[in-house]
């Protein structure tokens, strides 16, 4: 019953939002900036991080691109697709989180941080299916067990750099999904927004950045090479 | 006072310190109050003394490989043991002293000083980078110790990734933790510098110091994700067989070393940098003159950050690139000489005709101009592509390296810790001593590095102990020098040690130096400042010289 008032007054009364201001900042405008641009300084690291896959990739294409069509033909690329279409979605969410807690309608921004989780958790379902797949049809070259193309050698590096960069990116969502609910725990308390509000703002950041990374991997894995 | 009056240095309030707010040294006393501080200045000081125990390892390793090259047959230690030692030197050298050396330590301490901020943009994640650093290193260092790793501080693969019996894995992890907190650091730097500088302090008012931080931070960011992705792939070859650079499956080795100096080549200007802002700091303080070309100095740094960025290929000149690619990657390497000479040529200017003081920092300040023209102009050797076909794997290249890295960094580091010592810790040290082990080390390195490159050009290759026995001699004196050297590090190690108790106390600016952080008392209080400076001068505002080139009369 308390909640149901406590929602209630939520809704009618929005929570006033703001940040509290850590002592080494001057303002909060400043506070803002910094977390933003730091936020900002860290996803580039992540970019290079990526990038760094994706030169691997570019190369074994053009060191042995027939190989490399050969395996990229056996990613399963509707599953890609599909998570695609997950994450895409899953950034919606996070933007209502991001202007639902901008507005200090705190009801409707857990509702939105709990739908991203989920999304972002059936990603991982999908993502561990296709894990799965994948070990089915004897495509998991580094596991002692007959691999479906031991003909072309240069297949495996492909396939292994693809179970690399996909694994790279599922860490990254399941500690993305790890603290959104994190997050959502602490934001569940009232007045959280009066002095956190930035923290979904930055954190959407992240999230979306994820998403973007998960874009490029499936355009430059699984589809430019078919 | 008294030298034992001194000696009693006061927890509790001494009639001198009534009435005077406690400083960020003497705030509290807890080892809780240092280990979970989250003042930059404390934070600064638990990674010098990280970083100089680490050095004290690496610098044994380095007394060991000196040692065992005393005699050309290799007979003191076994190849083994020998490649352990020297892998035990490059990686705590490299990972755990020279990257992290004086941007954690003066960058922490003086950034937020000198642009007028409380503190780093975000102090528990300087914190956190510094339980990152020594969490990341020990273990390595454990890994080295214990087990021992041969494949040098590269990791070049097949090497390490198939045919090393040694423990590479452990060692790897350790490199990549480090490496996070790499990444931290310049992103703290970064955020500071863009959003924390006081009212008044622009871009062009910002001391040079801060500007080659700011380089700093940016190839932290850009290029320390990329080593961690390659050292990632590396461990994931060795430990579950999923390859991606093993030739035997039509991997690519050559990748890795793509991937290895991109990283590890600005990685020299992470090293080499923020030295040149230390030396661009040191240098109008004790010429007392407004530093020379300001803005082309500032310019240079971020040219140098961004030129580093496309020369890694001159690693890579003998393994089968293309020529194509080589002669770019030379043309390229060529173009750094640039904004480097324009610093040095700077420099110069700002001593010319100023009132000169040579006390500790401008000693090593001067070495450290001296020896890093030697290291650039023989590094231009090995950018041109014939030369480099003859030199490389050579003793050469080793004597240039340590000419950048010790004759630049380490002076560099010396000197900005002579500097700065009175802010750190509101001491002076015994100025005779700093003197003595300026020369100490300035002449043991000469004598330690300079028969290196003979060595070299006459073709002893590195990396082997056992050297034929017509190099006996000039090895013999390398390894005499580097006595000379160690002697020259011991000295500061004691007296500033001892400065800490004994030393007199320093006033706010005891080299009647510019900048923000010398209005500050020494040491300075938790929030740096007392009241929130604002910026209404230029950077290096010292006085004119006198127009009578009176400037003999000034040496003080």
Redesign the interface.
């Known amino acids: 019953m308390t909640t149901a008032r406590r929602m209630s007054a939520s809704v009618a009364a929005p929570e006033g939002v703001g940040i509290e201001v850590a002592e080494q900042f001057a303002d909060a405008t400043q506070q803002r900036h910094a977390a933003q641009l730091g936020m900002w300084a860290w996803l580039l690291t992540e970019l290079l991080l990526f990038a760094g896959l994706f030169l691997c990739a570019a190369v074994l294409h053009v060191t042995h691109p027939a190989a490399v069509a050969r395996a990229a033909r056996h990613l399963k690329v509707w599953i890609g697709a599909a998570n695609t279409a997950v994450l895409i979605c899953s950034s919606l969410t996070m933007t209502g989180a991001i202007t639902a807690s901008r507005h200090g309608w705190r009801r409707w921004m857990l509702r939105c941080l709990l739908a991203t989780a989920a999304l972002g958790t059936l990603f991982l379902l999908l993502k561990g299916f296709e894990y799965y797949q994948d070990y089915l049809e004897h495509m998991t070259p580094f596991l002692d067990r007959p691999y479906a193309l031991a003909g072309e050698p240069a297949t495996r590096l492909y396939i292994d750099l693809y179970f690399l960069t996909t694994a790279l990116h599922a860490l990254h969502l399941t500690t993305g999904v790890a603290i959104l609910l994190g997050m959502t725990w602490i934001a569940r308390k009232p007045r959280f927004l009066h002095r956190h509000q930035n923290w979904i703002e930055v954190y959407g950041l992240y999230w979306h950045f994820i998403d973007l990374i998960w874009i490029m991997v499936f355009t430059l894995i699984y589809v430019v090479p078919r | 006072m008294s030298t034992s009056e001194r000696a009693f240095r006061d927890p509790a309030p001494a009639p001198a310190t009534i009435g005077r707010p406690p400083d960020y040294l003497h705030e509290s006393h807890t080892l809780r109050s240092w280990f979970l501080t989250t003042d930059h200045k404390r934070i600064a000081l638990l990674y010098l003394a990280a970083i100089t125990a680490f050095f004290v390892v690496g610098a044994i390793a380095a007394g060991l490989i000196r040692l065992s090259l005393v005699v050309p047959n290799g007979e003191i230690f076994t190849n083994d043991t020998y490649n352990k030692i020297f892998t035990v030197h490059g990686v705590v050298m490299v990972w755990f002293f020279l990257i992290p050396s004086i941007p954690a330590t003066f960058g922490n301490f003086l950034i937020p000083l000198m642009i007028g ?7 528990r994640l300087n914190l956190l980078s510094w339980y990152i650093f020594v969490g990341g290193a020990l273990f390595t260092l454990a890994d080295l110790i214990i087990g021992g790793v041969d494949t040098g501080w590269t990791f070049y693969a097949p090497f390490s990734t198939t045919f090393s019996n040694t423990y590479v894995i452990p060692a790897l992890i350790g490199v990549i933790i480090v490496g996070f907190s790499s ?1 931290l650091t ?3 730097f ?3 510098i ?3 500088r006081a009212p008044g302090m622009t871009w062009f008012r910002m001391p040079i110091f801060v500007w080659t931080h700011y380089a700093t931070s940016l190839i932290f ?6 080593i ?3 050292l ?2 590396l461990l ?1 070859e060795r430990a ?5 650079f093993d030739p ?5 080795p050559v ?1 890795f070393e793509h ?1 290895f100096w991109f990283y590890s080549h600005p990685a020299v200007y992470i090293m080499v940098l923020p030295g040149m802002g230390v030396i661009s700091e040191i240098v109008p303080a004790f010429a007392q003159k407004r530093i020379f070309g300001y803005r082309f100095i500032a310019y240079a740094t971020i040219g140098l950050a961004s030129i580093t960025f496309v020369v890694w290929g001159h690693h890579m000149f003998v393994n089968g690139i293309g020529t194509g690619a080589a002669v770019v990657f030379s043309v390229l390497s060529f173009a750094v000489a640039v904004p480097s000479a324009v610093k040095v040529y700077n420099w110069t200017a700002t001593i010319y005709k100023g009132r000169i003081r040579l006390q500790t920092p401008m000693l090593y300040a001067m070495g450290y101009i001296g020896l890093f023209v030697l290291g650039g102009l023989t590094g231009l050797f090995l950018a041109t592509l014939a030369i480099d076909e003859h030199v490389h794997g050579t003793y050469f290249v080793v004597a240039h390296f340590h000419y950048i890295m010790v004759g630049g960094t380490m002076l560099a580091f010396l000197g900005g810790l002579h500097f700065w010592w009175p802010k750190f810790t509101g001491r002076l040290y015994p100025e005779a001593w700093g003197r003595i082990s300026a020369f100490l080390i300035f002449i043991g390195f000469n004598v330690t590095f300079f028969p290196q490159f003979l060595l070299g050009y006459l073709g002893m290759p590195r990396r082997y102990h056992d050297y034929p026995p017509e190099f006996q001699l000039l090895n013999i004196l390398s390894s005499a020098g580097a006595t000379i050297l160690a002697a020259g590090y011991l000295f500061p190690m004691v007296y500033l040690i001892w400065s800490l108790w004994f030393g007199e106390r320093a006033s706010a600016n005891p080299w009647g130096a510019r900048g923000l952080e010398w209005t500050t008392p020494s040491p300075p209080p938790a ?1 740096n400042f007392a009241r ?1 400076p604002i910026v209404d001068f230029e950077p290096y505002a010292y006085p004119d010289p006198p127009a009578d080139d009176d400037g003999a009369a000034h040496v003080g």
């Not at chain 2, 901020?117 to 975000?122: G, H, P, S």
């Not at chain 2, 960011?221 to 990329?226: E, F, Q, R, S, Y």
């Not at chain 2, 579950?240 to 991606?244: A, L, N, S």
């Open positions: 901020a409380r503190d780093l943009a975000f102090p990444i310049g992103l703290n970064v955020v500071t863009h959003a924390m960011l850009l290029a320390t994700p990329v961690t992705i390659a990632i792939l994931m579950f067989g999923i390859g991606v035997a499956l039509g991997g690519d990748l991937l929030h929130q």
